[in-house]
């Protein structure tokens, strides 16, 4: 098999997995998804390899800066500690284990509250802001999902033009 071809088809599985990395944050998502471009780019040696590796670079990066934006900001407006988001995120990687399918969210919610019942010492108050860090943190993996999806599209007809045209 062409070295090209398998990188391809290697550069495409791990792009696939950069985008779920985004969803469950115990796979690297953004990261994985830029590595992956430069490696498809090294391969194919050509200018629609570096073109790709430019656009889905600014994309995925764009994504992850603003899915930490998003919810750093909401997190401080609210006065929601990052160690309550780390405990979430602690109990959700458990979760992920103890409950098949939807552990990792469930732990993530539970964890939070925890941290924030802990906290404030008011459930009613605890409930509020760990609604508004679920919020602020879904927000956030939507828009880094949108913008790796955009990067992994951009791939595809990166691919399609460099295979079409050699």
Do not use: N
């Not at 050509?46 to 790709?52: A, D, L």
């Not at 780390?86 to 284990?97: K, R, W």
């Not at 103890?98 to 993530?108: A, E, K, S, T, Y």
């Amino acid at each position: 098999m062409d070295l090209q071809v398998f990188m391809t088809v290697v550069c495409g599985a791990l792009i696939a997995v950069g985008v779920a990395g985004v969803v469950v944050p115990v796979l690297p998502g953004s990261i994985l998804i830029i590595v992956s471009l430069l490696a498809w780019a090294l391969t194919v040696t050509s200018t629609e390899g570096w073109v790709v590796f430019a656009i889905g670079t600014v994309l995925a990066g764009a994504g992850l800066a603003a899915g930490i934006v998003l919810t750093g900001r909401t997190l401080r407006q609210r006065k929601i500690p990052g160690r309550s988001v780390t405990i979430g995120v602690l109990l959700g990687i458990v979760g992920m284990f103890v409950i098949p399918v939807v552990g990792l969210f469930v732990g993530f919610a539970v964890g939070l509250f925890a941290s924030e019942y802990a906290r404030q010492r008011d459930s009613r108050a605890a409930l509020t802001s760990s609604l508004h860090a679920l919020k602020a943190t879904g927000l956030g993996i939507l828009a880094e999902l949108a913008l790796a999806c955009l990067a992994g599209t951009t791939w595809v007809i990166g691919v399609w033009v460099y295979f079409a045209t050699a």
